[in-house]
Nanobody, 121 residues
Framework: QVQLVESGGGLVQPGGSLRLSCAASGSFFSIKAWGWYRQAPGKQRELAAAITSGGTTNYADSVKGRFTISRDSAKNTVYLQMNSLKPEDTAVYYC???????????????WGQGTQVTVSS
């Protein structure tokens, strides 16, 4: 079983920065892809950024140029550097990992607990 623990959320002013972290633990063979999703109250969850095991990144248009996703494979950790934050970035941010289960060797999707990011003056 894979467990994801997120950290780094908080309250920041518009234009400020935050860095989110998500660390994976448990039994897995490898992580094939990471994603950062976000969900505001009453809204659909959306993909903000993703990175594959090969290093290919993908960003939502709304965050391009401001957010950067990166990973540390040795630490099984993914990061989301968020700069030039806007009030519309306010949401709960969820980490997601696509991993290969150690026992079954099938690809599974695991979610973190979510961390609140609030951008307000």
């Amino acid at each position: 079983q894979v467990q994801l623990v997120e950290s780094g959320g908080g309250l920041v002013q518009p234009g400020g920065s935050l860095r989110l972290s998500c660390a994976a633990s448990g039994s897995f063979f490898s992580i094939k892809a990471w994603g950062w999703y976000r969900q505001a109250p009453g809204k659909q969850r959306e993909l903000a950024a993703a990175i594959t095991s090969g290093g290919t990144t993908n960003y939502a248009d709304s965050v391009k140029g401001r957010f950067t996703i990166s990973r540390d494979s040795a630490k099984n950790t993914v990061y989301l550097q968020m700069n030039s934050l806007k009030p519309e970035d306010t949401a709960v941010y969820y980490c997601n990992a696509e991993s290969i289960n150690m026992l079954s060797m099938v690809r599974v999707s695991t979610w973190g607990q979510g961390t609140q990011v609030t951008v307000s003056s």
